[in-house]
Protein backbone atom coordinates (compact mmCIF):
# COMPACT_ATOMS: atom_id res chain seq x y z
CA UNK A 1 0.00 0.00 0.00
CA UNK A 2 1.30 3.21 -1.34
CA UNK A 3 1.31 5.85 2.22
CA UNK A 4 3.11 8.96 2.65
CA UNK A 5 5.31 7.43 4.58
CA UNK A 6 6.01 4.78 1.66
CA UNK A 7 5.16 1.50 1.01
CA UNK A 8 3.28 -0.45 3.91
CA UNK A 9 2.26 -3.82 3.58
CA UNK A 10 -1.39 -3.90 4.56
CA UNK A 11 -4.20 -6.57 5.29
CA UNK A 12 -8.06 -6.43 5.24
CA UNK A 13 -9.54 -5.54 8.14
CA UNK A 14 -11.88 -8.41 9.39
CA UNK A 15 -15.59 -7.04 8.87
CA UNK A 16 -14.00 -6.31 5.41
CA UNK A 17 -14.29 -9.61 3.94
CA UNK A 18 -18.08 -9.99 5.71
CA UNK A 19 -20.94 -11.34 3.54
CA UNK A 20 -21.48 -11.99 -0.48
CA UNK A 21 -18.26 -11.64 -2.22
CA UNK A 22 -19.30 -10.53 -5.60
CA UNK A 23 -16.54 -8.79 -6.80
CA UNK A 24 -12.84 -7.60 -5.45
CA UNK A 25 -12.56 -6.09 -2.21
CA UNK A 26 -9.62 -3.90 -3.13
CA UNK A 27 -7.63 -3.72 -5.64
CA UNK A 28 -4.89 -1.96 -7.87
CA UNK A 29 -6.00 1.51 -7.73
CA UNK A 30 -8.39 1.68 -4.81
CA UNK A 31 -8.12 4.92 -2.17
CA UNK A 32 -8.00 3.09 1.01
CA UNK A 33 -8.13 3.92 4.94
CA UNK A 34 -5.56 2.17 6.68
CA UNK A 35 -4.15 1.91 10.71
CA UNK A 36 -0.63 0.90 11.79
CA UNK A 37 -0.57 -2.68 13.40
CA UNK A 38 2.48 -3.47 16.28
CA UNK A 39 4.55 -5.73 13.74
CA UNK A 40 4.86 -2.59 11.83
CA UNK A 41 2.28 -3.85 8.93
CA UNK A 42 -1.10 -1.98 8.20
CA UNK A 43 -4.90 -2.97 8.34
CA UNK A 44 -7.19 -1.77 5.56
CA UNK A 45 -9.80 -0.21 7.21
CA UNK A 46 -12.05 1.34 4.89
CA UNK A 47 -12.13 1.52 1.03
CA UNK A 48 -13.09 4.65 -0.36
CA UNK A 49 -16.09 4.26 -3.19
CA UNK A 50 -15.01 3.55 -6.58
CA UNK A 51 -15.35 6.60 -9.05
CA UNK A 52 -14.71 4.38 -11.75
CA UNK A 53 -12.92 1.02 -12.53
CA UNK A 54 -11.92 -1.46 -15.55
CA UNK A 55 -12.79 -4.86 -14.81
CA UNK A 56 -14.68 -8.01 -16.30
CA UNK A 57 -17.26 -10.38 -14.95
CA UNK A 58 -15.43 -14.23 -14.61
CA UNK A 59 -18.07 -17.06 -14.47
CA UNK A 60 -18.34 -19.48 -11.20
CA UNK A 61 -20.90 -22.26 -10.91
CA UNK A 62 -22.79 -19.91 -8.67
CA UNK A 63 -22.75 -17.12 -10.57
CA UNK A 64 -20.57 -13.98 -12.08
CA UNK A 65 -17.90 -12.23 -9.85
CA UNK A 66 -16.27 -9.40 -11.08
CA UNK A 67 -12.76 -9.29 -11.35
CA UNK A 68 -11.14 -5.69 -10.80
CA UNK A 69 -8.41 -4.85 -12.92
CA UNK A 70 -7.64 -1.34 -11.80
CA UNK A 71 -9.57 1.15 -9.69
CA UNK A 72 -10.22 4.67 -10.12
CA UNK A 73 -8.43 4.99 -13.29
CA UNK A 74 -8.39 8.39 -15.15
CA UNK A 75 -7.62 7.45 -18.31
CA UNK A 76 -6.87 4.16 -20.15
CA UNK A 77 -3.41 4.92 -22.49
CA UNK A 78 -3.66 2.84 -26.12
CA UNK A 79 -0.53 2.77 -27.89
CA UNK A 80 -0.24 1.12 -31.10
CA UNK A 81 2.28 1.59 -33.43
CA UNK A 82 1.69 2.80 -36.97
CA UNK A 83 4.54 0.20 -38.41
CA UNK A 84 6.59 -2.76 -36.66
CA UNK A 85 4.54 -4.44 -35.38
CA UNK A 86 1.80 -3.49 -38.52
CA UNK A 87 -0.99 -1.40 -36.36
CA UNK A 88 -3.80 -3.52 -35.40
CA UNK A 89 -6.35 -1.35 -36.03
CA UNK A 90 -9.11 -3.93 -34.71
CA UNK A 91 -7.90 -4.47 -31.73
CA UNK A 92 -7.69 -0.76 -31.17
CA UNK A 93 -11.41 -0.64 -31.63
CA UNK A 94 -11.39 -3.44 -29.83
CA UNK A 95 -10.04 -1.28 -26.68
CA UNK A 96 -12.19 1.45 -27.15
CA UNK A 97 -15.27 -0.32 -26.84
CA UNK A 98 -14.34 -1.55 -23.81
CA UNK A 99 -13.28 1.75 -22.60
CA UNK A 100 -16.30 2.86 -23.81
CA UNK A 101 -18.08 0.36 -21.70
CA UNK A 102 -16.44 1.03 -18.97
CA UNK A 103 -16.52 4.82 -18.72
CA UNK A 104 -12.70 5.69 -18.68
CA UNK A 105 -11.63 8.26 -21.00
CA UNK A 106 -9.26 6.85 -23.99
CA UNK A 107 -6.13 8.01 -25.34
CA UNK A 108 -4.57 6.93 -28.46
CA UNK A 109 -0.82 7.35 -28.84
CA UNK A 110 0.08 6.50 -32.15
CA UNK A 111 3.79 5.51 -31.50
CA UNK A 112 6.80 4.97 -33.84
CA UNK A 113 5.96 7.61 -36.50
CA UNK A 114 9.57 7.99 -37.35
CA UNK A 115 9.17 4.57 -39.51
CA UNK A 116 6.22 6.18 -42.10
CA UNK A 117 5.16 8.81 -43.45
CA UNK A 118 3.07 11.26 -41.27
CA UNK A 119 0.47 10.87 -44.25
CA UNK A 120 0.13 7.62 -44.12
CA UNK A 121 0.06 7.64 -40.23
CA UNK A 122 -2.91 10.36 -40.41
CA UNK A 123 -4.62 7.90 -42.74
CA UNK A 124 -4.43 5.57 -39.93
CA UNK A 125 -5.35 7.57 -36.94
CA UNK A 126 -6.99 11.15 -37.61
CA UNK A 127 -10.34 9.67 -37.80
CA UNK A 128 -9.89 8.75 -34.16
CA UNK A 129 -9.77 12.43 -32.98
CA UNK A 130 -12.73 13.47 -35.72
CA UNK A 131 -14.71 11.13 -33.63
CA UNK A 132 -13.73 12.67 -29.81
CA UNK A 133 -10.80 10.49 -28.69
CA UNK A 134 -7.78 12.16 -27.94
CA UNK A 135 -4.76 11.88 -30.32
CA UNK A 136 -1.30 11.82 -29.43
CA UNK A 137 1.30 11.23 -32.75
CA UNK A 138 4.68 10.13 -30.92
CA UNK A 139 8.41 9.07 -32.02
CA UNK A 140 11.18 8.08 -29.57
CA UNK A 141 14.00 8.36 -32.01
CA UNK A 142 12.64 12.03 -33.10
CA UNK A 143 11.50 13.05 -29.53
CA UNK A 144 7.90 13.29 -30.98
CA UNK A 145 5.02 13.99 -28.47
CA UNK A 146 6.62 12.54 -25.57
CA UNK A 147 6.26 16.10 -23.86
CA UNK A 148 2.62 16.21 -24.77
CA UNK A 149 2.54 12.22 -23.81
CA UNK A 150 4.02 13.34 -20.39
CA UNK A 151 1.75 16.29 -18.98
CA UNK A 152 -1.32 14.10 -20.24
CA UNK A 153 0.03 11.10 -17.39
CA UNK A 154 1.10 13.78 -14.85
CA UNK A 155 -1.03 13.68 -12.05
CA UNK A 156 -3.49 10.91 -13.28
CA UNK A 157 -3.94 7.31 -12.59
CA UNK A 158 -2.92 5.53 -16.22
CA UNK A 159 -3.84 2.61 -17.64
CA UNK A 160 -1.80 1.55 -20.42
CA UNK A 161 -2.71 -1.08 -22.76
CA UNK A 162 -1.36 -2.16 -26.74
CA UNK A 163 -0.14 -4.67 -28.41
CA UNK A 164 3.57 -6.20 -27.97
CA UNK A 165 5.96 -4.36 -29.54
CA UNK A 166 4.03 -1.13 -29.77
CA UNK A 167 6.46 0.67 -28.08
CA UNK A 168 5.19 1.40 -24.80
CA UNK A 169 8.36 0.96 -22.73
CA UNK A 170 10.55 3.08 -24.83
CA UNK A 171 7.62 5.43 -24.54
CA UNK A 172 7.66 5.31 -20.70
CA UNK A 173 11.55 5.50 -20.45
CA UNK A 174 11.88 8.65 -22.43
CA UNK A 175 9.45 9.81 -20.09
CA UNK A 176 11.19 8.44 -16.87
CA UNK A 177 14.10 6.97 -17.07
CA UNK A 178 13.54 3.24 -15.75
CA UNK A 179 9.82 3.34 -15.88
CA UNK A 180 9.48 1.40 -18.80
CA UNK A 181 11.79 -1.22 -18.02
CA UNK A 182 10.24 -1.63 -14.43
CA UNK A 183 6.56 -1.83 -15.85
CA UNK A 184 7.96 -4.65 -18.75
CA UNK A 185 9.29 -6.64 -15.85
CA UNK A 186 6.06 -6.87 -13.87
CA UNK A 187 4.11 -7.71 -17.14
CA UNK A 188 6.40 -10.40 -18.45
CA UNK A 189 6.31 -11.79 -15.05
CA UNK A 190 2.42 -11.94 -14.66
CA UNK A 191 2.15 -13.15 -18.23
CA UNK A 192 4.02 -16.27 -17.54
CA UNK A 193 0.59 -17.23 -15.56
CA UNK A 194 -2.62 -18.47 -17.01
CA UNK A 195 -4.18 -15.93 -19.48
CA UNK A 196 -6.41 -14.81 -17.02
CA UNK A 197 -3.86 -13.63 -15.70
CA UNK A 198 -5.14 -9.64 -14.33
CA UNK A 199 -2.14 -8.50 -11.99
CA UNK A 200 -0.87 -5.33 -12.29
CA UNK A 201 1.07 -2.72 -10.49
CA UNK A 202 1.09 1.48 -10.04
CA UNK A 203 4.08 3.16 -10.71
CA UNK A 204 4.59 6.52 -9.30
CA UNK A 205 5.30 9.21 -11.77
CA UNK A 206 7.92 12.48 -10.90
CA UNK A 207 5.73 15.20 -10.87
CA UNK A 208 2.85 13.27 -9.37
CA UNK A 209 0.45 10.38 -10.78
CA UNK A 210 0.74 6.96 -11.43
CA UNK A 211 0.94 4.36 -14.73
CA UNK A 212 0.03 1.02 -14.98
CA UNK A 213 0.26 -1.81 -17.20
CA UNK A 214 -2.89 -4.07 -17.90
CA UNK A 215 -2.31 -6.94 -18.69
CA UNK A 216 -5.90 -8.13 -17.98
CA UNK A 217 -7.48 -5.75 -20.58
CA UNK A 218 -5.90 -8.18 -23.43
CA UNK A 219 -8.04 -11.04 -22.14
CA UNK A 220 -11.59 -9.05 -21.83
CA UNK A 221 -14.26 -10.86 -23.41
CA UNK A 222 -16.65 -9.02 -25.50
CA UNK A 223 -19.10 -11.52 -24.11
CA UNK A 224 -19.32 -8.80 -21.04
CA UNK A 225 -21.49 -7.16 -23.97
CA UNK A 226 -24.69 -7.72 -25.24
CA UNK A 227 -24.68 -7.50 -28.75
CA UNK A 228 -27.68 -5.06 -29.28
CA UNK A 229 -25.75 -2.62 -26.81
CA UNK A 230 -22.35 -2.94 -28.91
CA UNK A 231 -23.90 0.45 -31.49
CA UNK A 232 -23.87 2.42 -28.32
CA UNK A 233 -19.75 1.64 -27.80
CA UNK A 234 -19.19 3.38 -31.07
CA UNK A 235 -19.32 6.86 -30.78
CA UNK A 236 -19.92 7.84 -34.71
CA UNK A 237 -22.67 4.84 -34.42
CA UNK A 238 -24.54 5.91 -31.23
CA UNK A 239 -26.27 9.33 -32.68
CA UNK A 240 -27.20 7.64 -35.45
CA UNK A 241 -29.68 4.58 -33.77
CA UNK A 242 -32.54 6.40 -33.03
CA UNK A 243 -33.22 7.29 -36.62
CA UNK A 244 -32.96 3.61 -37.87
CA UNK A 245 -36.23 2.50 -39.33
CA UNK A 246 -36.42 -0.34 -36.83
CA UNK A 247 -35.85 0.03 -33.30
CA UNK A 248 -34.18 -3.56 -32.77
CA UNK A 249 -32.06 -2.67 -36.16
CA UNK A 250 -28.74 -4.47 -35.69
CA UNK A 251 -27.21 -1.97 -38.76
CA UNK A 252 -26.15 -5.25 -40.54
CA UNK A 253 -29.15 -5.57 -43.26
CA UNK A 254 -31.90 -4.02 -42.17
CA UNK A 255 -33.83 -1.31 -44.44
CA UNK A 256 -33.73 2.64 -43.53
CA UNK A 257 -30.33 1.99 -41.60
CA UNK A 258 -29.21 5.47 -40.86
CA UNK A 259 -25.67 3.10 -40.29
CA UNK A 260 -25.49 2.14 -43.65
CA UNK A 261 -26.71 5.76 -45.10
CA UNK A 262 -23.92 7.03 -42.96
CA UNK A 263 -21.52 4.46 -44.55
CA UNK A 264 -22.72 5.41 -48.10
CA UNK A 265 -21.95 9.16 -47.65
CA UNK A 266 -18.86 8.45 -46.21
CA UNK A 267 -19.69 10.10 -42.50
CA UNK A 268 -18.85 6.35 -41.21
CA UNK A 269 -15.24 4.70 -41.67
CA UNK A 270 -15.79 1.51 -43.22
CA UNK A 271 -13.20 0.24 -41.10
CA UNK A 272 -14.90 0.74 -38.00
CA UNK A 273 -17.92 -0.36 -38.85
CA UNK A 274 -16.02 -3.25 -40.11
CA UNK A 275 -15.00 -3.62 -36.52
CA UNK A 276 -18.29 -3.20 -35.23
CA UNK A 277 -19.90 -6.09 -37.51
CA UNK A 278 -16.82 -8.53 -36.87
CA UNK A 279 -17.57 -7.96 -33.22
CA UNK A 280 -21.66 -7.82 -33.65
CA UNK A 281 -20.94 -11.40 -34.80
CA UNK A 282 -19.09 -12.58 -32.19
CA UNK A 283 -15.54 -13.35 -34.32
CA UNK A 284 -12.12 -13.44 -33.01
CA UNK A 285 -10.26 -10.17 -33.15
CA UNK A 286 -6.92 -10.68 -35.59
Known amino acids: MQTGDGILVCKLRGRLKRGSKKSDLA ?21 EPR ?40 MLDRFL ?32 ADIGYSLIYSSVPKGKGI ?14 AGPSGAGKSSLLNAIQPGLGLSIQKVSQATGKGKHTTVASELFPLEGGGYVAD ?7 ALWDIEPEELDGYFPEIRPLVAQCQFNDCTHLHEPGCAVQSAIAD ?8 NSYVR ?6 EE
Open 51 to 90: KRIISRMAPLPRGEYEQIIIANPDQIVLVFSCSEPPPRMR
Open 266 to 273: GSIRPERY
Open 214 to 220: TPGLKAL
Open 27 to 47: AIGDRVLVSRVADGQGLIEAI
Open 279 to 284: MRLGEE
Open 97 to 128: VISEMQSVPALIVANKTDLVTMGFARELFDHY
Open 147 to 160: AQLKEELIGKTSAL
